[in-house]
């Protein structure tokens, strides 16, 4: 069965510094890897994903994420991290034909 | 555009009490899916529907019942609540089951916070 594990429950970062954010994932065949992030009261907004290609995705609000097959790893990552970028973030992977399985979720605290 | 809608925002139930959770998206999406989010333990997928009259369990689904008779509603009912069952739920929907395959992420609605007393 797919998993996904994100090892730190919460992440500091002062404004201005680079941040990431770690996630590694267990999966059968090619994995197909999502970042979300959540707001207060707020459902979950997408990120950006890997499927195939280039190993550095990008996707919304200047995030980025790192695939890296040997290491199973799939970080986000952004150069300069903004207070509003604090929110709480999720890794996904996708497992089963039409099921994605989420992480526990990483809480990303910017101070100003 | 509205996206996807869940009704109520917030819900109190006594133990034993039934209630139906509703969810629509008018995006004409294919997939459907019911995750709830727990402290600690992330979104756990609890059903799913793959298109109108097909739906399936994913990984907490005792306890509750879906259906899919349209493309646009998801309803999901607890027939008899536990406060096991407090949680935050989340309605969400993809133009495809195959999810990235064709540029389709899960679209999310806003969440219904039910507690059970």
């Known amino acids: 069965a797919q998993s996904v594990a994100q090892p730190e429950d919460q992440v500091n970062v002062a404004e201005g510094n680079p941040l990431t954010v770690k996630c590694t994932y267990s999966?059968?065949?090619?994995?197909?890897l999502f970042w979300y992030v959540q707001y207060p009261n707020r459902g979950l907004q997408f990120l950006l994903k890997?499927?195939?290609?280039?190993?550095l995705v990008k996707g919304s609000y200047g995030f980025e994420a790192e695939f890296n097959k040997s290491q199973t790893s799939f970080h986000l990552k952004k150069p300069s991290a903004l207070v509003s970028d604090s929110a709480l973030y999720f890794c996904a992977v996708r497992g089963g034909y039409s099921t994605l399985t989420f992480g526990k979720g990483t809480m990303l605290l910017v101070s100003p | 555009n509205a996206g996807v809608t869940q009704t109520p925002k917030f819900q109190v139930l006594k133990t034993g009490q039934s209630m139906t959770l509703q969810c629509a998206q008018d995006?004409?999406?294919?997939?459907m899916s019911w995750y709830r989010q727990d402290p600690g333990m992330g979104l756990r997928l609890i059903h799913y529907s793959v298109g109108a009259g097909i739906t399936d369990q994913g990984e907490v689904p005792n306890g509750y019942n879906v259906s899919r008779s349209t493309t646009e509603d998801f309803p999901l009912r607890l027939l008899s609540a536990a406060p096991s069952q407090t949680s935050v739920y989340f309605c969400a929907s993809s133009y495809s089951r195959k999810f990235g395959s064709y540029n389709s992420p899960l679209h999310f609605g806003n969440g219904t916070r039910l507690t059970v007393t």
């Open positions: 999966v059968s065949g090619n994995p197909y």
């Open positions: 995006m004409n999406h294919e997939y």
């Open positions: 890997y499927i195939t290609g280039d190993n």
